[in-house]
């Protein structure tokens, strides 16, 4: 038995959920979002409670129980409230501003990276700190994809840590040549 599976999906005020067919719509306040159900489950709406039941014990509607689920359950918080990733550009000269819908990176390269935005996701600066970028959506997977998009561009080093890390991320530190004190 799936434990996440069976765990029901409490839908938030203002989040409607219609389910037609394979199809399942869901509506929020800051948009609405849509997921084919594959065929190994289905799902019940009862009052303020989300259901996801699979049509049997094989190994593939086992897999997809928890993982339809656990689909359902970041797409009402989405439409609810959303969901933001921190980014933060560490390095001498390293900076991005926003141009329109592209985002303009410069990250040590001879080049100026331009990054363009996709529809659903809004990318903001912190008004201080302008390396401190956050990006905000209600579509989970997309907030996470553009992060690591970001962050792949220049990912930190470990002997003096520049580059483009998550916010709060930790970054292990390496000694270098000098350190080592051999011959």
């Known amino acids: 038995m799936s434990r996440i599976g069976n765990k029901p999906v409490a839908i938030p005020s203002g989040v409607s959920i219609e389910a037609k067919e394979s199809n399942v719509l869901v509506k929020g306040p800051k948009g609405e979002l849509q997921l084919v159900l594959l065929p190994e489950v289905s799902i019940t709406v009862e009052g303020s409670e989300l259901r996801v039941a699979r049509k ?17 359950h970041n797409m009402a918080i989405g439409v609810s409230t959303g969901f933001e990733k921190s980014l933060e550009i560490i390095g001498v000269g390293y900076k991005a501003a926003i141009k329109g819908k592209t985002l303009v990176l410069n990250l040590g390269h001879s080049h100026p990276i331009d990054f363009t935005i996709p529809a659903g996701i809004d990318i903001t600066q912190d008004e201080k700190n302008k390396n401190l970028l956050f990006i905000r959506g209600i579509d989970k997977q997309l907030v996470g994809q553009v992060a690591a998009d970001i962050r792949s561009y220049r990912p930190p080093e470990p002997y003096k840590g520049k580059g ?3 916010g709060g991320e930790k970054v292990r530190r390496k000694a270098g040549k000098a350190a080592s004190g051999g011959k």
Do not use: C, I, K, Q
Not at 58 to 69: I, K, N, Q, V, W
């Open 56 to 72: 049997d014990d094989s190994d593939t509607a086992r897999a997809r129980h928890g993982l339809t689920r656990m689909l359902l």
């Open 164 to 166: 483009v890390r998550y």
